[in-house]
Structures are given as C-alpha cells and as structure tokens.
C-alpha cells in the first residue's frame, strides 16, 4: 500500500533523525558541559550520596578479612578483595604491581617490671621491626618525652638501662616543641646505649599501640614495646622514689614476602599523572578499619565516582591501593622505583594521599603555600554544596605516609584536613581499631569532598605546584623542620 506522508510528519520525522544521530554526542559532552557550569560538583555530591559503596565494601572486608597485615593471607585476601572491587566499578584495566620486601610478624611477647622482687606481668605489645628474639632486664629509667633533649639530659645514666618513654609529649613540654615519631625515639635510645625501650601509651583505658620502632626499615637490636597509660604512670610513679626494674621476653618472625599494590587508571587527555592512593595493608592488632580503611576504601568509592558520572578528565589519575606502608612505606617506594625504572615518574605531578582522614573539614597544601589559594577556590565551591566543608586549608609535611616515596622526588601532595571523632584517634594503630568505629555519613564526605577536589586538581589548567629539583627539596625540608627527623633515620642526603 502507497504511504502518503504530510509536511508536518516530514518535519517531525527529520527532527527526530537529527536528534538521534546528536544523543550520543550530547551524552559524551556531558560532564564538560556541568564542568563549565559548575555543576560537575553537584553531580558528584548526588552520586556518592546516593550510590557511594565504601561503607558497605569496607564492612564485608572488615567481616570476611579482618586484618590487612602486609604479607600475610589475610594481606593477599584483601589484596583480590580491593582488585575485584575496581573491575566492579569498571576499571578493566586494574591490575597488581607486586614487589618483594623483608616482612616482620609478631609471635610472642612477656613484659613485667615493678620493684626489685615484686615483678608484675604488664599487658604489652611488641612494636614491629624488633629483634626476632629477644631477652633483656635491667634497671629501667624514666627518660620522659623521649626527644633528644631528654636524653641528652640524662645521657650518663641511659646506657645499658631499659628506658621508660611516653609516646606523646609530656604537659612540661615548652610549647611549640615537635614530637617526634615512635621510630626515632627508638633511635635515640639505641644512639645513647639503652638494651631495651618501655613505650607508654598517651590514651587511657588500657589501650595498646603499635607500630615500627625502625628509622630505616631494618630490625632494630634492642627489644621495643608498648604498654597502657595506666601501666606506664604507675612505673612512672614508682621510680620517683625506688628503682624500678623490668624483663622483656619476645618473639618475632622477619621473612621475605610477596606483596602487592594494585592499581586502576581513568585514562586522561593527556599523560600527565595524578595519583590519588591510600595504604591498603594494616596493623594485626585488630581490623584496621580507620587505620586505614577509611582512607583506602574512600579511594576506591572515588574511583567508582568518577566511572560511575563517565568523566574524561584532562590528566590521567590512577588510584592506588599501597601495600606495606605500616612497615616502612614499603608499597609506594617499590612503586616509585618502578616508575624510575620505566623513565615515566617525570608524568607523575601531583599525589593526594588520604590516610587515616575522614569527613575533611578542609585540604592540607603539603607544605607548599602556592597551593593555597587553588585549594580556598575548590573549597568555595564545596562549601556552596554543603557548610559542613569549612574550607580550611593547612600546611605542614609527615615524613611517615606514601606520599612521602613520591615527595622525595619532588613531587608534590595534597592531604586531607580530617575532622573524625576522638574515639577514632584513640585507636589509632590499637588494638580497638575495628568497623564499630566508621562513621558511614562522615565516609561519604570523603568521598564527595575528595573528589571534587581530584577533580579540579585534575582538570586544572595549571597544577597549583611543580615538581621540585633537589635543592628546592632540600630547602623545602629545611623550612618544614624535617632535617632533624630525617638526620636521626639517616635519610639526609644533602651535606
């Protein structure tokens, strides 16, 4: 039969076959067109708090895994868990960088201490990189803050002894001083002859930490534990008026492993490289959900974000599950060796690394106050979406995180300015350190905030910082009072 079509049909028709053959070109363009509105943040803002998924994914992997010790089973369980869960998310292209370190486990640990033939069992824990076997007693002595003034004020009477140090900085402490890191107080104690370190713990109620007591990544030669506020001050107390003395008994496991970082990368327009990572691995004293799954699994909901809007950004990012921190940084330097050794970490020029943060109040600028006024603009905008942002941006540089493998080279960071509860604090490396502690709403401000922030960083026209050559590093480590720290682990390169 003959069809008869009217004008009127005829334009309909016309229109309908442009406007298909547009669709899949307007859909392409869409998150250009909300960037150059603005709304690209508010597209962000309504994705994670409808569909963010670090919540949930980090409750399984807390219920099913548990800890996340580099080099361990349950190290490699979560190493596939964090895998799989970027191919879900769409990054086809995940993948593991393995590496190959010396690992250190704990086995066993007995400490008492108390006046001479009234020796009390203390609940304690070993602190990582210490001797595999180790039997001391002697005479303990109080050396306070454990900074080098302290023990430079009693430097005839450490050697030989078991000092007694607290692992925060005591209220005496001139304000302004810097603590210093578990590690180099441990550095101390060996550098002035003590055969033993008593750490004590700065949090109440019975709380044990734990952590490295090694500058340099090695096994130190002298045992190192951690016991409760409460044991501690009680020793304290005691020396004031009689001697003190302590037994240390422990064991230790130090072996190669194989461990892995993995990786997905959201391809830019360019070869320009932002790396958003955080430390995948974990402490064995409990589950690790703050320390640092919080930071871990924000990343990868970022990832699944930034997928889930189809954003193209201007410069490549990868996201990066760093194994091996917790013991020496051991993930991100073996990555950054790998770049060096491929020629590619010059397309390396910004890090944001997010560990231990949540529920950001504000950026850190990493030290370098030429980023401040690019992050005070991002936060602007965050703030307009939501006042619980104060856009609060700081400085200061940590020697004790991945972005310090990058920063070395260079390369400079953005960190979060983190605003959790102090219950979350208090267990930090502890042995309460579990799911019960995630906050789910403040995990989603993470997410959101973060990655508005990634992705101005990564569609700038110009980076708010350049990488470094080695004499601004120098001076930049100088200005941040990073020379001492780094002097006591023997990391200082320049003379």
Known sequence: MKKWYSPFSLLVALFMLSFCQNAEKTETK????????????????????????????????????????????????????????????????????????????????????????????????????TPVSSQVEGEVINVNSGLKADFEAKKQAVKGKIVLLYLGLLPEVEKGVKNLHRSEKTALAIEYGAKGVIFYNSVKNGVLLTGTASVTGKLIGI???????????????????????????M???????????????????????IVIGGHLDSWDLAQGAIDNGIGSFAVM??????????????????????????????GS??????????????????????????????????????????????????KAIDTIFRNEVKGGVSLHSDHKSF?????????????????????????CDDFSLVNETHLK???????????????????????????????????NNLRQEMEISGEWRWK
């Open 30 to 129: 869409t998150t250009e067109t909300a960037a150059a509105t603005g709304n690209i943040f508010e597209q962000i803002n309504q994705e994670v708090q409808a569909n963010a998924n670090a919540y949930a994914a980090l409750g399984e992997a807390s219920k099913t895994i548990g800890h996340r010790l580099t080099g361990s089973a349950n190290g490699a369980k979560a190493e596939e868990f964090a895998l799989n869960l970027f191919k879900k998310y769409g990054y086809e292209n995940a993948q593991f960088h393995e590496f190959e370190a010396i690992a250190w486990s704990r086995e066993s640990v007995s400490v008492s201490a108390g006046e001479k033939g009234k020796l009390q069992n203390l609940k304690a824990v070993s602190l990582a990189l």
């Open 223 to 249: 045992p190192a534990v951690c016991i409760s506020n409460e044991d501690g001050e009680m020793l304290k107390n005691t020396l004031k008026t009689k001697p003190v003395l302590a037994k240390i008994d």
């Open 251 to 273: 064991k230790n496991k130090s072996e190669q492993i194989k461990a892995r970082n993995v990786v997905a990368t959201l391809e830019g327009e360019t070869d320009e490289t």
């Open 301 to 330: 909901d970022i990832a699944r974000t930034f997928k889930a809007l189809k954003i193209k950004p201007k410069r490549t990012i990868q996201f990066i599950m760093f194994m091996g921190e917790e013991q020496g940084l051991l």
């Open 333 to 382: 330097e073996a990555y950054v060796k790998k770049l060096q050794t491929d020629g590619t970490l010059a397309k390396y020029k910004y890090v944001v690394n997010i560990d231990m943060a949540g529920n950001p109040i504000g950026f850190g600028n990493g030290g370098r106050d030429e980023a401040t006024d690019f992050l005070k603009k991002i936060g602007d905008k965050i």
């Open 407 to 431: 920063m070395m080279y260079g390369i400079p960071f953005i960190g979060l300015q983190s605003n959790l509860d102090k219950k979350v604090y208090d267990c930090y490396h502890a042995d």
């Open 445 to 479: 401000n993470t997410v959101r905030f973060s990655s508005m922030m990634l992705y101005d960083l990564a569609n700038a026209d110009s980076l708010p910082a350049k990488t470094m050559n080695d004499e601004e590093l120098k001076a930049f480590l100088e200005k």
